[in-house]
């Protein structure tokens, strides 16, 4: 015999609504669970397929495509309100002013953006991301909509491996591409190994994207200072060209990878370093 299909998340939403109270909260956590659901577009889908399985199994009969579909989806949909009522908690804990950020339209589109790149997204990692996105957005005024919204942008862009190298310039800020690549990697590629170009190409993606640089020296205003540049050698120089896995130059995050670290891997933004 086979097991009942679960189609009862939607329904324990509405079943946590009910018990609210208080109607301000109770309106401010429907707006925000609309806003979560209306960016995705099966979701409309499942709840009829939902309905229509009922019917089906009254009348004895079940469509095993549709019975399959609806199992994937029935998962999904539990992640998804998993994620929505994670973001919700942390900002009913955040205080007077996360809570009226959150029935702004402008954090409301912010939301619908959000969820639709977290339904895209092909990776728990990424997902994470997101939720923790949405919830700093609400919960702090650190960047203005459009960075969060660039922010979205680039988790939807960037690579996993691209991650990696910027985590491990977050924790060793003045850290060389030598060093990051032997924390991320137990091999020693030769320079014209594909690895080396796949490494160069994400170093090149990250810098180009103005969220990492090579370190630079600031003054008491915060002024970038010009190196003084080497002496030429009379003699003839190095026979090869500078490498992949370089362990001179050293690179640290700009500004905005540094909130976008904070934004998207830290659970509650409390201030922004430097």
Not at 13 to 42: C, M, Q
Not at 169 to 183: E, L
């Amino acid at each position: 015999m086979d097991k009942p299909i679960k189609i009862n998340s939607i329904e324990e939403i509405k079943s946590k609504l009910s018990e609210i109270e208080d109607k301000g909260k109770k309106s401010r956590i429907t707006r925000f669970i609309v806003s979560a659901l209306s960016s995705i577009p099966w979701v409309g889908g499942f709840i009829g397929a939902s309905s229509a399985l009922h019917a089906e199994k009254e009348q004895g009969k079940i469509n095993d495509l549709q019975k399959l579909w609806i199992e994937e989806h029935q998962r999904k949909i539990e992640e998804l309100a998993h994620t929505i009522f994670q973001i919700i908690d942390k900002l009913e804990l955040s205080g007077i002013d996360a809570k009226e950020r959150m029935e702004t339209e402008e954090y409301l589109t912010l939301v619908k953006r959000g969820f639709k790149e977290w339904d895209n997204s092909e990776t728990t990692e990424k997902k994470e991301y997101i939720r923790k996105l949405l919830t700093n957005a609400c919960a702090t005024n650190l960047s203005t909509d459009d960075m969060i919204r660039l922010f979205i942008e680039w988790i939807r862009t960037y690579h996993e491996t691209h991650f990696l190298v910027i985590k491990e310039i977050y924790k060793n800020r003045g850290i060389t591409r030598g060093q990051i690549w032997r924390k991320i990697s137990q091999s020693q590629p030769s320079e014209n190994s594909v690895e080396a170009d796949l490494y160069k190409l994400l170093i090149r993606d990250l810098s180009t994207g103005g969220i990492i640089r090579q370190h630079r020296e600031t003054d008491y205003y915060g002024n970038f200072i010009k190196k003084t540049p080497a002496k030429r050698v009379s003699k003839t120089g190095a026979a090869t060209y500078k490498s992949a896995f370089d362990d001179i130059e050293q690179y640290e995050l700009t500004e905005m990878g540094q909130r976008f670290v904070h934004y998207t891997m830290e659970d509650v933004v409390t201030q922004i370093d430097g």
